[in-house]
């Protein structure tokens, strides 16, 4: 969520698309199982030890499962099991495997979101980082480097990492901070490795959507903590929080939320008190609500038998009341709340272990540093050996000398958007800090002195670029880490900033490419993009997506097509533009806030120079014949559309692929049509319950297709599917590049960086 932009800035927020699903039935056993992690209250088991078919261990190659990280709740009037994440790791473990083996092409170099870190208690300079959707790593100098220690067939979703003080390992997948115009992906429960990450073991609270802190008791070596935030997308299921008392064993819920989507954020041991915050947050298709009458902050003096809400001065039990972030050094505690709107509400600190509170005085840059977006933040970080001395995390990391009175921020010396802070207890000074960036380490105490990680290949990208012309070149559109290119620097590098979205290079030219940051803010360059002129401002909109498609046509380079909420033609390279549509979608969506639903999000022009077919975020599908005078719609009430490609031999052949990740769904949906989309054909098949997001046409009329589960092929077109290639891990992939003349195939994943494969 980077907002450090160069030279325009950004604009709102939006959502995705209503899909109903055929219901889906699990085995007695998973039934049974399923029964046993949904018991509630204090007192109540909620997971038993774990079984045979529980234990992980890092497995690569053809035999490695596929472990879905989506866990589906329910949709209105279907009969979705609480596990569908298991039903398609089962299918996919099915499917044959075509094809070589994917070989990683970094960046090595730029990094991307840490969500949790944690200290190696026996091992010097030895750090875990919680990679957003990229797994877990390791450093063992200090930060310097990392290294994967979570096996590729798992989720790679991550919220939280600790480490007990005999060396044991937890982490917790799924990501609990909320998507804006882009998607977090949820996970599927707690994991405990004693080896350092060789081996993992799942230990219960499958259905916890994504666990944003595990807390460990000093007094009580097996006894942990977890802060369950719950699904994003589905109310209900394990969230809360959660403690046991023998090393994840067994868990009861000591503290459940007042709605079905209060989840749990922080939980922090203090002595005998525990403290704990609440959040309401959901999220449908076109509207965002991330806060409630949930939300808030708890103290039990009981070990969590009885909970009271904290107010005495916070703002009280509301429907505006969003995220919280806490500290606690003692009897000296420190909130930062956001609004659910997302603007900054205040910073509030506590003398007396939080029976009372004082707001403190107004101050420009913590109020700033949360922007509009402070749901993406709520993390408060007090200096172990001065309570005063305290670290809030927004876009710039903002720090206070004397307890919140005055404040300084910094957004020059590191990447922006903070949400991990550690410091090291054996080097007095030295702090580790994770962003949407990577790992950064101070030896001051974290007032400076930032030093960026050297190797951290987790970046996630949401496309790629590739040209015939020069096969080393590759650039593509990174979160919060811009633009980013193979060519003209030291390694990948940035050329344009924000989230880095669409990127394209000029197949007859690679010197011409575009680059584009979120909302359709999109440049071209005519050398290579060592010089950018915005041209977005002259195409027509009301609405844009957060990621703006923008494509060449197959016959001519110089022409473009640019989708807000009408289609944008250019003939000149991008210079000028007009609108050759009307609104092609059902109309903005609800959301007062982010009024960027109801989109164009694929184009497809087709290589007789008349045909061009678009979809959109509220699932239609479109086309005009006669460059836009007149338009036919040939699909509407579809999940929202990720891609529409036309055959470059055959106009009338054309395909669509959807997701209903937003809406709540795992269930793939490609479809075909050979008479121009008047009539359709289901080629889903046998494809594991995974959002399909991009498609292409390979020589021979195969197809190879992008889902969240990796990248699938039907050598005769659908829909008998196989999996593609062996070695990448089960990360989601946003887009594929085909270059038919090389054999070759790019995928930009979604957290584990670029892939390239030589294709069969």
Known sequence: MRRRLLPLVLSAVTGAALLSAPAVTASAAEGA?????????????????????????????????????????????????????????????????????????GPTNIGGRIVSLALDPRRADTLYAAAASGGLWRSTDAGATFHSVWPDHLTQAMGAVAVAPDGTLYAGTGEPNPGGGSITYEGTGLYRSTDGGA??????????????????????????????????????????????????????????????????????????????????????????????VGSGVFRSTDGGRTWQRLEGGLPPRGPDVGRIGLAVAGDRLYAIVNRATGPFEGFYTSADGG????????????????????????????????????????????????????????????????????????????????????????????????????????????????????????????????????????????YLGGDGEENLIDPTDVNNVIACYQYGNCFRSTDGGDTLTYFAGATTFKRRNWFTPVVHDPRDPKVLYYGSEVLNRSADGGVTWRPISPDLSGGPGSDPIYPNYGTITSIAPAADGRTVYAGTDDGRVWVTRDLGTTWTKLAEGRPWVTRVVVDPENPDRVWTTHSGYRSGSPLPHVYGSTDGGRHWRDLSGNLPAAPVNDLVVARGGALHIATDQGVLTSPTGGPRWLRLGRGMPQVPVDDIEYDPGHHRLVAATFGRGFYELTTP
């Open 33 to 105: 199982a399923t029964a046993s992690a949904a018991a509630e209250g204090a007192g109540t088991a909620v997971a038993g030890p774990p079984g045979p078919a529980d234990v992980y261990r890092p497995v690569r190659g053809p035999s490695a499962p596929a472990e879905y990280r989506y866990v589906q709740k329910t949709l209105p009037g279907q009969s979705i099991p609480w596990h569908a994440h298991e039903l398609a790791a089962a299918q996919a473990r099915q499917l044959p495997v075509a094809g070589g083996r994917w070989k990683g092409i």
């Open 199 to 292: 081996h993992w073991t799942r230990i219960g609270l499958r259905d916890s959507g994504a666990i944003s802190a595990i807390t460990l008791d000093p007094a009580h070596p097996r006894r942990l903590y977890v802060a369950a935030t719950g699904s994003l997308y589905n109310g209900g299921g394990d969230r809360g929080v959660y403690r046991s008392d023998d090393g994840g064993a067994t868990w009861q819920r000591i503290l459940r939320g007042e709605t079905e989507f209060t989840g749990a954020t922080e939980v922090v041991v203090d002595g005998d008190r525990l403290y704990a915050v609440m959040w309401d947050h959901r999220r449908r298709p076109d509207v965002r609500t991330y806060g409630g």
């Open 355 to 494: 029976d009372t509170w004082t707001r403190t005085p107004d101050n420009a840059d913590l109020t700033a540093s949360q922007s509009s977006f402070g749901w993406w933040f709520g993390k408060v970080w007090t200096d172990p050996r001065d309570p005063a001395h305290v670290h809030v995390a927004g876009v710039a990391l903002l720090t206070t000398e004397d307890g919140g009175r005055t404040w300084s921020a910094d957004d020059t010396s590191m990447h922006v958007d903070h949400h991990a802070m550690v410091w090291d207890p054996r080097r007095p000074g030295r702090v580790y800090l994770g962003n949407d960036g990577g790992v950064y380490r101070s030896d001051t105490g974290g007032d400076g002195g930032w030093v960026k990680s050297l190797h951290q290949p987790y970046t996630q990208l949401y496309s790629a670029a590739i040209s015939p012309q020069d096969t080393t070149r590759i650039s593509g559109g990174a979160q919060d880490n811009g633009s980013l290119r193979s060519w003209g620097g030291d390694g990948f590098n940035e």
